[in-house]
């Protein structure tokens, strides 16, 4: 299976004035379509060629480095577009996420201060992570494309902290993007879908 872009869920300046459309344009079109179209190529004689994404990313994790960067931005991208959401954040979130939140990271505010704290700490590029791990929500950051598919973990959430994600909106300002992004970004309903199948 070649891989290929998803369009966005919404307008380029849907989600201003916390990511702007020049953000979106850039990361989207340029670096989402690197990792496509990189990741195709990389595909090609792999022996992976028949396997779902998922699988080709645990499949190629510490066997083939390139593969796995490309697929693993690749997956983590089609679902960052669908973790955000204009006017997402707190108020939005659906009765099931709230009280598993609650029962796994200590409530909204303790795992809202969590993932930030993980999001910020992460050093360099990376991502940010809500996963489920055994049946339990648990906060995670990962380096680069590296995501919780490959610490069998399934992702119900994240944010990515590479640089192009946020340095022309927020220039050097990760902790300030971070929050933003939580604050009135977040779609809940795809998380509680991705929670739902987890």
């Known amino acids: 299976m070649a891989f290929t872009l998803p369009d966005l869920p919404y307008a380029y300046d849907a989600l201003a004035p916390y990511m702007s459309a020049e953000t979106l344009e850039f990361h989207h079109d ?53 973790w955000m959401t204009p006017n997402g954040g707190k108020g939005t979130m659906p009765s099931e996420v ?49 995501n919780p598919l490959v610490h069998g973990a399934t992702p119900i959430l994240g944010v990515d902290v590479w640089e192009h994600s946020y340095y022309i909106d927020y220039r050097n300002a990760r902790p300030k993007y971070l929050e933003a992004w939580f604050d009135s970004l977040v779609n809940w309903e795809y998380v509680a879908e991705l929670m739902g199948k987890a």
Do not use: C
Not at 70 to 75: K, L, R
């Open 98 to 146: 709230a009280s598993k939140i609650d029962s796994d990271l200590g409530g909204y505010d303790k795992a809202r201060a969590d993932f930030l704290a993980a999001g910020a700490g992460q050093f360099g590029s990376g991502w940010a992570w809500i996963a489920v791990k055994d049946g339990k929500l648990e906060i995670m950051k990962t380096p680069n494309g590296e």
């Open 30 to 82: 340029k670096h989402h379509q690197a990792y496509v179209t990189n990741g195709s190529k990389l595909l090609e004689g792999s022996g992976l060629e028949n396997e779902s994404l998922e699988d080709i990313v645990k499949k190629s994790f510490g066997t083939n480095a390139g593969l796995f960067n490309n697929a693993g931005q690749h997956y983590n991208h089609i679902h960052f577009w669908k």
